[in-house]
């Protein structure tokens, strides 16, 4: 009997705790997508982005041709020459590699440059959230857009666009 009245006990402490804590959902893909300056910045890094992916392939095309190049005129050429020219299709393919880690690699350019262009734009959505959140006396506040596991939520939680009228983009 007493572990039943224990138990109820405790289960009626937690229910009260949960119901305690205020929730709240945004979308942070709305929110960015809702912020003009965040498409100026992602069409900004497309753009780069191709730039240098043509770049890359340009390089690694060149590589491809030296190498029929080099396939054709295998028959012809001589220890040295068949030598000097593999060196030179290696030494070109190393390069294009290099260029591309350059560019795309995981301290690359275009890392550090959507760094640089989307981290100010975060920072000020994530000020204006930490605000709404302290104002509305909010214990948590879930991602939608995230791959985190939500399912169903009232829509009476969301509050993108109250972040994006404290950013000033009025919807």
């Avoid at 709240?24 to 910045?41: G, H, Q, R, T």
């Avoid at 390069?95 to 959507?114: M, P, S, V």
């Avoid at 920072?123 to 214990?139: F, N, P």
Wanted: without cysteine.
């Amino acid at each position: 009997m007493k572990k039943l009245i224990l138990t109820i006990g405790l289960m009626a402490g937690m229910a009260v705790a949960i119901s305690a804590q205020k929730f709240a959902m945004v979308d942070m893909e709305y929110i960015m997508k809702n912020i003009p300056s965040y498409e100026a910045a992602e069409e900004q890094l497309n753009q780069i982005s191709k730039k240098w992916q043509t770049e890359v392939e340009t390089q690694m095309q060149e590589v491809e041709q030296l190498y029929k190049n080099y396939q054709t005129e295998l028959v012809f050429l001589s220890e040295e020459m068949k030598v000097q020219r593999e060196e030179e299709i290696i030494a070109k393919e190393k390069a294009a590699n290099e260029l591309k880690r350059k560019y795309f690699g995981q301290d690359g350019e275009l890392f550090k440059k959507r760094e640089s262009l989307m981290k100010p734009i975060q920072d000020e959505v994530y000020t204006a959230l930490q605000e709404i959140t302290k104002e509305e006396g909010y214990d948590l506040v879930f991602d939608r857009s995230s791959a985190m596991s939500v399912i169903i939520a009232s829509p009476k939680l969301d509050i993108s666009d109250e972040v994006l009228q404290k950013l000033g983009y009025s919807k």
